[in-house]
């Protein structure tokens, strides 16, 4: 058995009601859990994207991946490793706003991370930070040693480093 | 001169289009695809429709089934005999949960069917409305496709979809949920066939070189072992499938979904593979250099344990379906597309030969199985009557012509062990999903598909009573099945199990039966009851001679069990033959 690795999986669809349920059941149905989902506009027009990170072997992976290219309303679905992708991750941290003006550390904190103060008001300051895994993990440390009020992460997306031909594709299709 | 063909044109267009409602567009789509039955049960969401099949009913037949599930295995047996699209129609709510398990049995056998229900109105969408149940996302994991309609002018489009996808490529169920309220709104009705989605493709391209390289390791062989399934069958590749079997002389074995491709009597038809299958061709599986699997998807109910699965052979995979290559067997060569084409391209890329030492060592291990298993089946010395004996007497009644319907147990095994076939599809079962309770509702829609053939149901007396409702569907639309119910007063199939893995510890196996002849004379079925061997043979050719719907019960040994068998997690060459 080989082992369970990250992969970042992108799935080029229709933009149909109903598909993220039946792409969702594939892994349910494997008891595989999903780490992260994104889906947002693709660089077609009427073509949605979606970019899912799961844990699985690389065996699983390239079953799941046919079993996702079965559904009708999916144009083709693709799975990479890390190192194949340009990638990135952004998260939220809300924290009282005491803190900012009182313990200089947060300022170089935000420093140090490549961070950004996106809000402040007399109550709460908001912190976002874009970027690889480990650097919102190193971030997250940090700050985790103050008290923080919130704290979200949104899913993975990612650009592959080879080209990924849909439009063709599509043209092939409406050809 | 342009102007004046402009006009026209725009008259033809407007001519085309017609001011319909929902509901009678419904009809409309399916009567542009062929349709002439339909099989459903009527309810408050789907009225609307209901309402305008009353006006269509010379056009397009509605069979009333007593349950919904009854209808959508009806569906399963019109589309099975036929080769057709069964169709389906249920109201909301319990209607279409109803559908569910047909749903789920046509998905994992690829039976095209299209089912249609009835959605509480738009407005209600989402309020726990009466009979409101979020069907699509039920029914997503059992169909090949669903979508949900709220508007009318989308009933054209989609239903034209919901056609093309579950009859082209690998076959399967699709379901169209559609509010009241579209069904009731008005609209241009105009329909256009739908033959391409951009992002469907039904039938793989065949990669270049994959067919010399499937004819290079078949012509080198020595000990080729064709395993076939139903997709020579959905495929209609029965020709170009015994053209290359017989050109390159391979001995061929089938799975339950793929009998009758070929017919049981032809030289080169080695018998059936999986747990219950025949004992060469399970042993040989671990002999052969190259196993060719011609639309099949490696069960797990035919391959026993993976790891010791034809692990000396070559394996070539002729499929349709992408994701069945690799899935469960690692291919050597994958010839992906439609059989009814590859094989067609395969055939003179093979050598003309024969390999009739290796067909030998079939026939010797049959002589085996013969011994142990088949002359006790079939000529037993004990006073109770076999299951198999009732399964030859109807081939002799028949000629071997029978579309045979068979539910799920031990008599659905001995269905598929001993019926003799000379036409295809001719086999009809629940394979996949292992469904008590399909026959008797997949046999009315057999025979309605067609009605110049005769068609058998052989059901037990546990799965018969899991859908006996539909008895109500024979007597009111006069469809002339026979019935057979091999009676052994056990679920049989769990029995066994019970017998030889847990002790003998029968829980909850043993069933105590009502008047079985009663209650089919209570529909007016003309019925009878065999507990002696001497009335057997007769008992069968009166119901064969019936013209009418007919009920046979069969009282057959309680604790016989079918053997040969693989138990679970044992390789096909362990497969005991007691």
Same mark, same amino acid.
């Given at each position: 058995?080989?082992?369970?690795?990250?992969?970042?999986?992108?799935?080029?669809?229709?933009?149909?009601?109903?598909?993220?349920?039946?792409?969702?059941?594939?892994?349910?149905?494997?008891?595989?859990?999903?780490?992260?989902?994104?889906?947002?506009?693709?660089?077609?027009?009427?073509?949605?994207?979606?970019?899912?990170?799961?844990?699985?072997?690389?065996?699983?992976?390239?079953?799941?991946?046919?079993?996702?290219?079965?559904?009708?309303?999916?144009?083709?679905?693709?799975?990479?490793?890390?190192?194949?992708?340009?990638?990135?991750?952004?998260?939220?941290?809300?924290?009282?706003?005491?803190?900012?003006?009182?313990?200089?550390?947060?300022?170089?904190?935000?420093?140090?991370?490549?961070?950004?103060?996106?809000?402040?008001?007399?109550?709460?300051?908001?912190?976002?930070?874009?970027?690889?895994?480990?650097?919102?993990?190193?971030?997250?440390?940090?700050?985790?040693?103050?008290?923080?009020?919130?704290?979200?992460?949104?899913?993975?997306?990612?650009?592959?480093?080879?080209?990924?031909?849909?439009?063709?594709?599509?043209?092939?299709?409406?050809? | 001169?342009?102007?004046?063909?402009?006009?026209?044109?725009?008259?033809?267009?407007?001519?085309?289009?017609?001011?319909?409602?929902?509901?009678?567009?419904?009809?409309?789509?399916?009567?542009?695809?062929?349709?002439?039955?339909?099989?459903?049960?009527?309810?408050?969401?789907?009225?609307?429709?209901?309402?305008?099949?009353?006006?269509?009913?010379?056009?397009?037949?509605?069979?009333?089934?007593?349950?919904?599930?009854?209808?959508?295995?009806?569906?399963?047996?019109?589309?099975?005999?036929?080769?057709?699209?069964?169709?389906?129609?249920?109201?909301?709510?319990?209607?279409?949960?109803?559908?569910?398990?047909?749903?789920?049995?046509?998905?994992?056998?690829?039976?095209?069917?299209?089912?249609?229900?009835?959605?509480?109105?738009?407005?209600?969408?989402?309020?726990?409305?009466?009979?409101?149940?979020?069907?699509?996302?039920?029914?997503?994991?059992?169909?090949?496709?669903?979508?949900?309609?709220?508007?009318?002018?989308?009933?054209?489009?989609?239903?034209?979809?919901?056609?093309?996808?579950?009859?082209?490529?690998?076959?399967?169920?699709?379901?169209?949920?559609?509010?009241?309220?579209?069904?009731?709104?008005?609209?241009?009705?105009?329909?256009?066939?739908?033959?391409?989605?951009?992002?469907?493709?039904?039938?793989?391209?065949?990669?270049?070189?994959?067919?010399?390289?499937?004819?290079?390791?078949?012509?080198?062989?020595?000990?080729?072992?064709?395993?076939?399934?139903?997709?020579?069958?959905?495929?209609?590749?029965?020709?170009?499938?015994?053209?290359?079997?017989?050109?390159?002389?391979?001995?061929?074995?089938?799975?339950?979904?793929?009998?009758?491709?070929?017919?049981?009597?032809?030289?080169?038809?080695?018998?059936?593979?999986?747990?219950?299958?025949?004992?060469?061709?399970?042993?040989?599986?671990?002999?052969?250099?190259?196993?060719?699997?011609?639309?099949?998807?490696?069960?797990?109910?035919?391959?026993?344990?993976?790891?010791?699965?034809?692990?000396?052979?070559?394996?070539?995979?002729?499929?349709?379906?992408?994701?069945?290559?690799?899935?469960?067997?690692?291919?050597?060569?994958?010839?992906?597309?439609?059989?009814?084409?590859?094989?067609?391209?395969?055939?003179?890329?093979?050598?003309?030969?024969?390999?009739?030492? %290796?067909? !030998?060592? &079939?026939? /010797?291990?049959?002589?085996?199985?013969? =011994?142990? +298993?088949?002359?006790?089946?079939? @000529?037993?010395?004990?006073?109770?009557?076999?299951?198999?004996?009732?399964?030859?007497?109807?081939?002799?009644?028949?000629?071997?012509?029978?579309?045979?319907?068979?539910?799920?147990?031990?008599?659905?095994?001995?269905?598929?062990?001993?019926?003799?076939?000379?036409?295809?599809?001719?086999?009809?079962?629940?394979?996949?999903?292992?469904?008590?309770?399909?026959?008797?509702?997949?046999?009315?829609?057999?025979?309605?598909?067609?009605?110049?053939?005769?068609?058998?149901?052989?059901?037990?007396?546990?799965?018969?009573?899991?859908?006996?409702?539909?008895?109500?569907?024979?007597?009111?639309?006069?469809?002339?099945?026979?019935?057979?119910?091999?009676?052994?007063?056990?679920?049989?199939?769990?029995?066994? %199990?019970? !017998?030889? &893995?847990? /002790?003998?510890?029968?829980?909850?196996? =043993?069933? +105590?039966?009502?008047?079985?002849? @009663?209650?089919?004379?209570?529909?007016?079925?003309?019925?009878?009851?065999?507990?002696?061997?001497?009335?057997?043979?007769?008992?069968?050719?009166?119901?064969?001679?019936?013209?009418?719907?007919?009920?046979?019960?069969?009282?057959?040994?309680?604790?016989?069990?079918?053997?040969?068998?693989?138990?679970?997690?044992?390789?096909?060459?362990?497969?005991?033959?007691?």
């Amino acid at each position: 058995m080989s082992k369970e690795i990250i992969y970042t999986i992108s799935i080029y669809t229709e933009n149909n009601i109903g598909l993220l349920n039946r792409v969702s059941a594939i892994f349910q149905r494997r008891h595989i859990n999903i780490e992260s989902i994104n889906s947002s506009i693709s660089e077609i027009e009427n073509v949605t994207k979606w970019t899912i990170l799961v844990e699985v072997t690389e065996e699983q992976m390239k079953k799941v991946i046919g079993q996702i290219e079965k559904q009708v309303e999916v144009i083709r679905a693709y799975y990479h490793t890390d190192d194949e992708i340009i990638y990135q991750e952004s998260c939220l941290f809300k924290m009282k706003s005491d803190l900012l003006f009182e313990t200089p550390q947060i300022q170089n904190i935000i420093k140090e991370n490549n961070a950004q103060l996106v809000t402040v008001n007399k109550d709460f300051f908001v912190i976002e930070k874009s970027g690889r895994k480990e650097e919102i993990e190193t971030l997250y440390n940090a700050l985790n040693t103050y008290e923080i009020l919130q704290f979200t992460r949104a899913g993975r997306i990612a650009v592959s480093k080879e080209r990924m031909e849909i439009s063709k594709m599509l043209n092939l299709f409406n050809a | 001169m342009k102007e004046t063909q402009t006009i026209n044109k725009q008259k033809e267009d407007l001519s085309s289009t017609k001011r319909l409602s929902g509901a009678e567009a419904i009809i409309k789509c399916l009567l542009a695809e062929g349709v002439d039955t339909i099989f459903g049960y009527p309810g408050g969401a789907i009225m609307p429709l209901y309402d305008k099949l009353y006006g269509y009913q010379n056009q397009l037949k509605h069979v009333l089934t007593r349950h919904e599930q009854g209808a959508t295995h009806a569906a399963q047996g019109y589309a099975r005999i036929s080769g057709k699209c069964g169709v389906v129609t249920a109201t909301s709510g319990p209607g279409a949960t109803n559908l569910v398990t047909g749903l789920a049995d046509a998905q994992i056998d690829s039976t095209p069917m299209v089912c249609i229900t009835g959605q509480v109105a738009s407005h209600l969408l989402g309020t726990d409305a009466f009979q409101e149940t979020d069907i699509v996302g039920i029914s997503t994991p059992v169909t090949k496709w669903n979508h949900q309609i709220t508007k009318a002018a989308d009933i054209p489009s989609v239903l034209a979809k919901a056609f093309y996808i579950a009859k082209s490529g690998r076959p399967g169920p699709v379901l169209i949920d559609i509010t009241k309220d579209a069904q009731f709104e008005e609209f241009d009705f105009s329909y256009q066939k739908c033959n391409h989605i951009r992002s469907y493709v039904p039938v793989p391209e065949t990669k270049s070189g994959s067919i010399k390289a499937a004819a290079e390791l078949i012509n080198n062989a020595k000990k080729p072992l064709i395993v076939w399934g139903q997709g020579v069958i959905l495929g209609e590749a029965e020709a170009e499938f015994k053209a290359v079997i017989e050109k390159a002389g391979i001995p061929s074995a089938w799975t339950i979904l793929g009998a009758s491709a070929l017919e049981t009597s032809h030289d080169l038809n080695v018998g059936m593979v999986g747990m219950h299958g025949n004992y060469a061709p399970n042993k040989l599986t671990n002999e052969c250099d190259v196993l060719i699997a011609i639309g099949m998807r490696f069960d797990d109910r035919v391959t026993g344990d993976l790891s010791r699965y034809a692990s000396q052979a070559k394996v070539i995979h002729f499929e349709i379906d992408p994701a069945e290559v690799n899935k469960n067997v690692k291919a050597d060569v994958a010839v992906l597309g439609n059989v009814k084409d590859t094989l067609a391209k395969l055939l003179p890329e093979i050598n003309a030969t024969n390999h009739n030492a %290796w067909l !030998q060592e &079939f026939k /010797d291990l049959y002589a085996i199985e013969l =011994e142990k +298993v088949i002359n006790d089946d079939l @000529k037993p010395e004990v006073a109770e009557i076999t299951m198999a004996e009732v399964i030859e007497q109807i081939n002799i009644q028949t000629d071997a012509k029978a579309a045979i319907v068979s539910d799920v147990g031990q008599h659905q095994m001995v269905a598929c062990r001993y019926a003799k076939f000379k036409e295809t599809k001719s086999n009809i079962t629940s394979g996949g999903l292992g469904t008590m309770g399909f026959a008797l509702p997949a046999a009315i829609g057999a025979k309605i598909a067609e009605p110049n053939r005769e068609v058998v149901a052989i059901i037990g007396d546990g799965g018969y009573q899991m859908t006996i409702q539909e008895l109500g569907t024979i007597f009111q639309t006069k469809t002339p099945v026979k019935i057979v119910v091999l009676n052994n007063e056990f679920l049989g199939m769990v029995r066994q %199990w019970q !017998q030889l &893995f847990f /002790d003998k510890r029968y829980a909850s196996t =043993e069933m +105590v039966n009502p008047n079985f002849v @009663k209650i089919a004379e209570g529909y007016s079925i003309e019925a009878k009851k065999v507990v002696k061997r001497e009335d057997l043979a007769q008992a069968v050719e009166d119901m064969i001679k019936s013209k009418d719907a007919y009920f046979l019960e069969v009282m057959v040994g309680k604790e016989n069990n079918v053997f040969p068998m693989i138990p679970t997690g044992a390789s096909v060459s362990e497969i005991r033959l007691e």
